[in-house]
């Protein structure tokens, strides 16, 4: 068992109906990195990424977190699997009937014995850690879409998670927010050594916060590019990979193939 | 610009099989329809060699206008013609030529139905029913196993969330469940009367409107409010928090949906159905008194022949009814609500289907009551 690697993806096969998205792929993440999920829209990122949590049920392959796997273990074993990650989704998904401190409260009250000033003052840090400390009494409904991003990774950081995944932290936001978000990323990352997977298309964040990437196909259904970006972005023999570091249109037929 | 420069204009004219469109003015939504027809009209009519559209007074050309154009191109390329575009201003040209033919190549044909597809539908819908069915047992047994969880640690219940549920399901819906019950306790007691008054039985009224309402309407008709009401209330509840991925967040919490959404919702639901009727069946009283006060009965005559009329058992027997009631239509909503699918058009199907179904279950275990009070002899 190596140390050093906490995610292995093992010949990933997944689909929607009859439709392929991915197609037998493998990759691993190292404990502590950065680590980010690249490719145009539909590519199948999120799918991956709901794969990795184990929301989806692949049609063939594993992927498992600290050699335990996501897809067959259940009961107790899930339980724990499950403590060791936290989601961030796309849209936030607060829960709409609790303010931001019951939302992050939530976690601690089912799973640990904390009583309800030391769960509510753990709560009041993690939003703290984010920039919300003061929104703590506000229901999600009345901030705005980058304030409940934020509100979200303060959740799911609830429980002190070894990996936190995050599905297209910055997308909608404004370049300023989301430079703060990945400000955020890399001091969560550093202070506290959490493994971050990021599934993103914002090249300006994919250069300041990833470590390594993993560039995935809509054609072929399989990764086309692994590596660190301003690597990639000089070496890469792959035309598209490198229209993409460089933000470059393809031509019309092409753009709808990959796109 | 005046609405007459507006115009859009098209001369076709045909010399020795060459087929020439002369298009001027405006080419937008509203005058394109006109050009249209007559553009087809002329495809359609004349054997051609070759077509030519002279464009050079085209003023204005937007997605309508470029349509035409290419219409007149592939019409013409099916007939083995290449249109010669001539005079078209450059922003014209190169709007036109964002449409490639070869990417409007794939314009989707509809299929028409065909007798084997129909056999596979239904064959289709008949297994998703059954599928269906199994969900909902599975999904029962799961709810059952949740109560019996929560008897047994009756801490792990969110009371809070309980109580939020309970007054949107229970006391917010007593207006609508009093007027209801009032209503219609008046109107059976009044054609009720009607008939009885032919065998001068007025009196009996008392009796007949009071069993049906305690027996059989109140329950029924507090479980279709409630139905209305709450159980679709659930299904686009639970159903939003689906498409705004809550659900999942859940689940990857760790949280289990149906301790934390649905058993709250069952609980509040099966005993606010009661209780909802019972005051329907109040209400439902008050309205036969009105009809025998007008009939010139005292109120002690008629309360009088309520009681003796009514035994514990008919009252028992409703409010167990509407707790079976109150369940089914949480359990239908909730479950609805969980097998949303994507977007909101989705959360609106959910309801729907809330419903539906839990009417559907309502009558469908009241029938099953009456069999079984019957061979009771309750």
């Known amino acids: ?259 | 610009m005046s609405p007459l420069q507006n115009r859009a204009h098209c001369e076709e004219s045909v010399l020795d099989g060459a087929l020439r469109f002369k298009i001027s003015g405006h080419l937008d939504a509203q005058s394109v329809p006109e050009l249209w027809s007559e553009v087809h009209h002329a495809l359609k009519a004349k054997t051609m060699a070759s077509v030519t559209v002279e464009g050079s007074a085209i003023s204005y050309c937007d997605g309508a206008g470029i349509a035409l154009l290419v219409y007149i191109r592939r019409t013409a390329r099916d007939a083995g013609i290449v249109v010669d575009f001539h005079g078209l201003e450059a922003d014209i040209a190169d709007l036109l030529a964002l449409f490639p033919e070869e990417t409007l190549a794939s314009v989707p044909v509809a299929k028409l139905p065909s007798w084997s597809d129909l056999v596979g539908r239904i064959g289709k819908s008949f297994s998703e029913g059954l599928v269906g069915i199994g969900e909902q047992i599975v999904f029962l047994g799961e709810v059952m196993a949740g109560l019996f969880r929560i008897i047994r640690h009756p801490s792990q219940l969110r009371f809070k969330d309980l109580m939020v549920i309970v007054e949107a399901s229970g006391p917010r819906a007593l207006p609508i469940v009093g007027m209801l019950g009032f209503l219609i306790g008046l109107i059976i007691a009044f054609q009720g009367a009607i008939l009885m008054k032919q065998f001068g039985a007025e009196i009996y009224v008392a009796d007949s409107s009071g069993l049906l309402m305690a027996r059989e309407l109140g329950p029924l008709i507090t479980a279709i409010i409630v139905a209305g009401r709450t159980g679709s209330a659930f299904a686009a509840e639970i159903g939003t928090m689906k498409v705004n991925e809550e659900l999942d967040a859940f689940s990857t919490m760790g949280l289990d949906p149906v301790r934390f959404l649905v058993i709250p919702r069952v609980i509040a639901a099966s005993f606010m159905t009661p209780l909802l009727t019972v005051f329907a069946i109040l209400f439902g009283l008050a309205g036969g008194a009105v009809v025998m006060l007008g009939m010139g009965y005292p109120l002690v005559t008629y309360v009088n022949r309520v009681i003796a009329a009514l035994s514990p058992a008919d009252y028992v027997g409703g409010l167990f009814k509407a707790l079976i009631f109150g369940f089914l239509i949480a359990a239908s909503g909730c479950l609805c609500g969980l097998r949303t699918g994507e977007g909101a058009s989705a959360v609106g199907h959910s309801a729907t289907r809330a419903v539906v179904s839990s009417i559907m279950l309502v009558v469908l275990a009241d029938g099953l009551f009456a069999v079984l009070f019957f061979y009771l002899g309750i």
């Open chain 1, 1 to 259: 068992m190596n140390n050093d690697i906490i995610i292995t993806v093992e010949e990933l096969t997944a689909c929607y109906g009859e439709r392929l998205v991915l197609d037998s792929i493998s990759f691993e993440v190292n404990r502590g990195e950065i680590f980010v999920i690249l490719g145009g829209s539909g590519c199948g990122k999120s799918t991956l990424m709901k794969h990795m949590i184990g929301l989806y049920k692949p049609v063939a392959g594993d992927i498992r977190i600290d050699e335990v796997s996501v897809v067959a273990s259940v009961g107790a074993d899930r339980d724990a699997l499950i403590r060791k990650f936290g989601v961030m989704y796309q849209s936030g998904a607060l829960f709409g009937s609790m303010t931001l401190l019951e939302n992050i409260c939530l976690p601690l009250e089912e799973f640990t014995d904390l009583s309800e000033e030391a769960r509510e003052l753990i709560a009041c840090m993690k939003l703290g850690l984010v920039g919300l400390a003061e929104f703590a009494h506000h229901m999600p409904s009345e901030i705005s879409g980058g304030m409940k991003k934020r509100a979200a990774i303060a959740r799911a950081m609830a429980l002190d998670p070894e990996i936190l995944f995050l599905d297209e932290p910055s997308a909608g936001l404004d370049p300023v927010t989301a430079a703060d978000l990945d400000e955020l990323i890399i001091q969560l990352s550093r202070s506290l050594g959490i493994t971050f997977v990021i599934v993103t298309h914002e090249l300006p964040s994919i250069y300041k916060v990833a470590d390594r990437i993993i560039m995935l196909d809509a054609k072929t259904k399989k990764i086309i590019a692994e590596g660190k970006p301003e690597e990639l972005k000089e070496t890469t023999e792959n035309e598209w990979v490198r229209d993409f570091f460089n933000r470059k249109g393809t031509s019309a037929g092409k753009g709808v193939e990959n796109g």
